[in-house]
Each structure stands twice: as structure tokens, then as C-alpha cells.
């Protein structure tokens, strides 16, 4: 009998054991924190927020966005560093939180690679320059003139944001006079080029998508390949000579350091299972997004080579960004 009964608790705590781990992995009802490192209305907001939304049926459970702008995006990236790896926060990064950052400031609470893992990569936007409608610059040469023989300003979402690299980048190259207008947004900082506050902008495609559309903002180049089907009377940057400011801003999803890879997995697929949805498409595409879809491994590959691509045009421009 104590041979049986030993036997039937052995068992039992076995079996109590095994569910363990799926529950680990099963749907929850506590929501997940999606951080997004930027104000409403930019287009990494945009993303998480169509994402987001269609991610929290296929998960099972609600996903709330949270806004920490501020710092180039350091506030919310180590919001999310710092938080458990759990699957119940995760990030929606781009080029600058999760690649030139790390050259960009001399101390970061993370190392931008190490300190998150990288669950999928899910579009591009191609940047567009533009000027208030009623600009006297009709063209980029025309643009280039009035900073060579004047003084203009420039405005960026943040600081240290890919719009102030290319914008910083075109004004080197060129010998413009320029004086650098940062904003926490990109979206107060289309209102404000659309107000003449500034002369120009070089912004995310779908931050001023609308804008340019309505004739409240003048788009003079855009760095496509070719011109938008959407919008073919924009020239593309390698048109009117200038193809070194044709870099596009990539957006992808992290989580915190040590996810374990089922759970990364499983996000993977729930987040890049929406980019399949025709309506996530339309909504993504009338957006200015382009879909690049990646998982974790091929997504933790491109951040590598990216954080040596955005090394050398940080380097270009000297943009620094203080500690």
C-alpha cells in the first residue's frame, strides 16, 4: 500500500507539473502594453495602433498602447528594457530606438541589440521633403538655392530621428544654411511646416500623406524607388539629384531581454499574421507603408547590419543627441 501510495502522488505532482509550461504560453486575459516611443499621430503610433488592434483578436486578449515619447525614443525603449519578460510588454521600434541611438549618445541605458529581443520587423516608409504650399521653393534645387543664399529652418520629429539625419545630410552636402527645429512628434511637426513656422521638413511618408493630398503641404521629393503610384506628379529624390536623402525608416516589434523563443514566436505570428488581413493592408498602404515582414531571426539579423549602416551616416552629419 505505501508502494501504491507513493506511486499515485508521484503521479500526481507529474501531472500537476505539465500544464505548467503551456499556461506559459496560453492566452491570457491580463492585456499586453504595446509602447510606442513617440506621440499619437506619427507613424509609428499608426502601426501599433492597426496592428495592434487586429493582434489582440488573434491573441486572445487586449492590447493597450502606451505613449512614452521623449529623450530620441529612450524613454520608452527602456521602459521597455526594464520591463519583465513575460510577453506583456512589448515595442514598437524603428531605426533610431533600435540602431542609431546607440552611436548617437555616449551613455544609453541599453545596448540597443543586446538589451531587447526582436520579435518581427513589419514595414518601411519611404521620407518625403516637404514645404508649405505657399513656399517660393517649386523644386529641391529651387529649396537648396534658398539655403545657399539664405537661411532656412528644418524641422524633425525628435532629434536625432532619421528625419533630422537626412535633413542634416542634405544640408552638408549641398552647403545650405540651415538652423535644425526639432519636435517630440511628427505630427507637430507637419502642422507646423504646414503653418510656415518652418521651411521645410523631411518627414515619414505617412505623417504628411494627407497633407499633401489635401494641398495644405508641397511635396518636392520623395525617397522611392520610383514614383508612388498614389501620388506620380512627386519626383523621387534620384530625379532632381538628389538620391543620397532616399533612406527609408524601418519599424519592427520588440520585446524585453530573455523572452523565452515560444513567446516570441507566438507574437511573431500574431502580429505579422494582421499584415495578411486586406484590410490592415489598405489601411497600412493609404499610410504610406510599404510591408517587410520578418520574424525574430531574420529580424535580429537586419538590426545588426542596420546598426552599422546608421554608424557610418551619423558619423556623416556629426548629429549627436545629449545624455
Known amino acids: 500500500m505505501k508502494i501504491r501510495r507513493r506511486a499515485l502522488a508521484a503521479a500526481a505532482l507529474a501531472a500537476a507539473a505539465l500544464p505548467a509550461p503551456r ?18 499621430g506619427g507613424p509609428t503610433d499608426i502601426l501599433a495602433r492597426v496592428t495592434g488592434e487586429r493582434a489582440a483578436a488573434a491573441l486572445g486578449q487586449p492590447v493597450v498602447i502606451d505613449n512614452r515619447a521623449g529623450g530620441g525614443g529612450v524613454i520608452g525603449a527602456e521602459a521597455t528594457h526594464r520591463s519583465a519578460a513575460d510577453g506583456l510588454t512589448l515595442m514598437v521600434g524603428h531605426n533610431q530606438t533600435h540602431a542609431s541611438n546607440q552611436h548617437m549618445m555616449a551613455r544609453l541605458p541599453f545596448h540597443v541589440v543586446d538589451g531587447f529581443t526582436p520579435i518581427a520587423r513589419m514595414g518601411t516608409v519611404h521620407h518625403a521633403t516637404v514645404v508649405p504650399a505657399n513656399s517660393r521653393a517649386a523644386t529641391m534645387a529651387a529649396l537648396v538655392e534658398m539655403g545657399r543664399t539664405g537661411r532656412v529652418t528644418y524641422a524633425s520629429s525628435q532629434a536625432g530621428s532619421a528625419s533630422h539625419v537626412i535633413a542634416e545630410t542634405l544640408v552638408r ?20 511646416t504646414v503653418a510656415g513656422i518652418v521651411d521645410f521638413y523631411v ?108 554608424a557610418e551616416m551619423v558619423a556623416l552629419t556629426g548629429v549627436r543627441l545629449e545624455d
Open 203 to 310: 518627414a515619414t511618408f505617412p505623417t504628411v500623406a494627407a497633407l499633401i493630398r489635401d494641398g495644405r503641404l508641397r511635396a518636392l521629393s520623395v525617397g522611392a524607388p520610383a514614383r508612388l503610384a498614389d501620388f506620380p506628379d512627386i519626383p523621387t529624390a534620384a530625379e532632381s539629384g538628389f538620391p543620397f536623402i532616399a533612406v527609408d525608416a524601418w519599424f519592427g516589434l520588440f520585446a524585453p531581454p530573455g523572452l523565452p523563443a515560444a513567446q516570441a514566436e507566438r507574437l511573431s505570428r500574431a502580429f505579422l499574421g494582421t499584415l495578411e488581413e486586406a484590410e490592415v493592408q489598405r489601411r497600412l498602404a493609404a499610410a504610406g507603408f510599404t510591408l517587410a515582414p520578418q520574424g525574430p531571426a531574420d529580424f535580429a539579423t537586419f538590426q545588426r547590419a542596420e546598426v552599422g549602416r546608421w
Open 173 to 192: 552636402r549641398t552647403g545650405m544654411n540651415a538652423t535644425h527645429v526639432p519636435y517630440r512628434g511628427a505630427a507637430p511637426a507637419a502642422t507646423d
Open 23 to 40: 499556461r506559459a504560453l496560453a492566452q491570457s486575459d491580463r492585456p499586453i502594453r504595446l509602447i510606442v516611443p513617440a506621440p499619437p
